[in-house]
């Protein structure tokens, strides 16, 4: 399960965010460990879909997260996050509807997927606006305690 193995490598050091990628990051092993069944039968589709479903409900809930927390940031780069954000669940929608279909299609292109998208969203991107949210709590605490010095 290499690549799916949450590590010090996948922490932002955001730690709500990290929290969120986490559970990600085990929902999308677990992905891969119900596909890794060789002959399925229905109820191991079953399965899968649950767990797809569970990662689209969580990547939407965590990606709006994120979005708040760098819009409150001002990040710079939001637009382009916010894309890749989009483009995953876009995809995840694509890969639901046609698994509803032919499941036994769909599941090693949708799992496939996710392997790939999600560490190197998680290492590239989100790692990317990581020192920009710190410098600017940091610059936060520093006005606060300005503010505080001159009262
Ligand atoms: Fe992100």
Request: contains cysteine; charged residues 35%.
């Amino acid at each position: 399960m290499e690549g799916l193995a949450w590590d010090d490598s996948c922490k932002i050091q955001i730690s709500l965010m990290d929290e969120r990628n986490q559970r990600l990051m085990e929902i999308a092993a677990k992905l891969v460990e119900l596909n890794a069944v060789k002959r399925k039968k229905e109820e191991d589709f079953e399965a899968i879909g649950e767990v797809l479903a569970d990662m689209m409900e969580f990547a939407r809930m965590h990606f709006n997260e994120e979005e708040k927390l760098l819009v409150g940031k001002q990040y710079p780069e939001l637009n382009q996050h916010r894309r890749e954000h989009k483009k995953f669940i876009k995809k995840m929608m694509g890969f639901r509807r046609l698994f509803s279909e032919d499941p036994g299609k769909v599941t090693d292109d949708a799992v496939g997927y996710v392997k790939e998208w999600l560490p190197s969203h998680i290492k590239e991107e989100d790692a990317r606006y990581a020192p920009f949210v710190r410098v600017q709590n940091y610059l936060a605490e520093c006005q606060a305690m300005g503010r505080r010095g001159r009262s």
